[in-house]
């Protein structure tokens, strides 16, 4: 059983609306839950950091569910510049960090 | 500052060959790390460091080494490259390795075994 998985899309949706993205997680002692961006060919960017209470940063929100293993994230007012891949990451133990295999967003003008 | 940089961005090789992927930070992380990224896999660990001098083994070691004489340098080596390595190898950094620690990603290197 993979350690994260997440439904890949593509997720297309127009210009300002509101999109989710879920992510769920194997292990239950995992202890630190990311969300990061990935553009085209281009490297991994931490997007936010994930806390038990619920985050929010601008128009994006995330939470974790520990009782149910599962993270999400949620897009208001898409722009067309959100359009990229996210990977749900978990860290596991001190340092090794396990990403799903992203879900992608394509915002239409 | 340059952030992450590897070295180099694209290579060929035939099965066989043996090669040595560069990574250097100039942020004086502690920690630093080596990814491969293939289709439908998602990012999996290979090897890391958490200093100088120190290096283990992440989730698919096999067929890799590497090695951290500086700490501002990390090294990825290919032995006998194989077409199952075949992939987008990332590096990154991090101050520290616990919780909330954001890792920094290198560009990339695409490496293509013939």
């Known amino acids: 059983r993979k350690e994260v998985e997440q439904d890949p899309g593509p997720f297309n949706v127009p210009e300002g609306a509101t999109v989710a993205f879920n992510c769920t997680y194997s292990n239950s002692a995992s202890q630190s839950f990311f969300w990061y961006r990935q553009d085209c060919r281009k490297e991994p960017k931490l997007l936010m950091s994930?806390?038990?209470s619920g985050n929010e940063d601008g128009r994006f929100t995330a939470q974790l569910n520990r009782a149910s293993q599962y993270i999400s994230l949620l897009i208001r007012d898409s722009k067309l510049s959100d359009s990229a891949t996210y990977l749900c990451?978990?860290?596991?133990?001190?340092?090794?960090?396990?990403f799903g295999t992203g879900t992608r967003l394509t915002v239409i003008p | 500052n340059a952030g992450v940089t590897q070295t180099p961005k694209f290579r060929v090789l035939k099965t066989g060959q043996s090669m040595t992927l560069l990574c250097a930070q100039d942020m004086n992380h502690e920690y630093m790390y080596w990814y491969r990224q293939d289709p439908g896999m998602g990012l999996r660990l290979i090897h890391y460091?958490?200093?100088?001098?120190?290096?283990a083994k992440g989730e698919v070691p096999d067929g890799y080494n590497v090695s951290r004489l500086k700490k501002q340098n990390f090294l990825l080596g290919l032995e006998s490259a194989a077409p199952s390595q075949t992939s987008v190898y990332f590096c990154a950094s991090s101050y520290l390795g616990g919780r909330g620690n954001e890792q920094f990603f290198g560009p990339g290197t695409r490496l293509t075994v013939l």
């Open positions: 994930v806390y038990s």
């Open positions: 460091s958490v200093g100088e001098g120190t290096t």
């Open positions: 990451v978990v860290k596991n133990g001190a340092n090794n960090l396990f």
